[in-house]
Every structure is written in structure tokens, then in C-alpha cells.
């Protein structure tokens, strides 16, 4: 009986395999932790993405209606039914 009191107790099979998720603190299971390290991925992607379009976009904060500095319009020409044109006839 000696020998059964100092084996330490064997260890239960259904003890979950937790992993340290280190941006939350929490214990996790692997593929839980897995998957929010593939979000925060994306996320980031997403994020850099959104920067270099915010950084490739003009100043101005979006798109001029103002006719190009070399297009010059006729209008005394204009009708009312310009839009009905193609577009490219004006450019």
C-alpha cells in the first residue's frame, strides 16, 4: 500500500489541451487559437490594405466632377439631351 500512496495521481483523460492565447490572456483550445491568429492575420492584411489605398488617393478626398485642366467643353453647344451621348464623344 506504500508504494501505491507515493505515485502521483495519473493524470485524467479528459483534461483539455489548453493553449495561451498571449493577445487575450486566455486558455484555449489549439485549433480556437489557430483561428483568431488567422483573423488577427487577415485583419492586419485588411488594415494595410486600407492604408495604402487611403495613401494612393489624392488630397482632395475623392474624385473631381471638374473637367481635366486639358479638356475644354463647348458649352455653348450643349443641348438637353447631352446626356443621352456617349461619354467618351466629350473627352
Not at 17 to 37: I, P
Not at 45 to 50: F, S
Not at 72 to 85: A, I, K, M, R, Y
Amino acid at each position: 500500500m506504500s508504494e501505491q500512496q507515493q505515485q502521483p495521481p495519473a493524470p485524467a483523460e479528459n483534461t483539455p489541451n489548453l493553449h495561451l492565447d498571449e493577445v487575450t490572456g486566455e486558455m484555449v483550445s489549439k485549433s480556437e487559437l489557430k483561428k483568431r491568429q488567422k483573423k488577427r492575420e487577415n485583419d492586419a492584411k485588411k488594415a494595410e490594405k486600407a492604408a495604402a489605398v487611403a495613401a494612393a488617393a489624392p488630397p482632395g478626398g475623392g474624385a473631381s466632377t471638374a473637367p481635366a485642366a486639358g479638356t475644354q467643353l463647348d458649352e455653348e453647344g450643349l443641348t438637353p439631351n447631352v446626356c443621352s451621348f456617349p461619354y467618351p464623344a466629350f473627352v
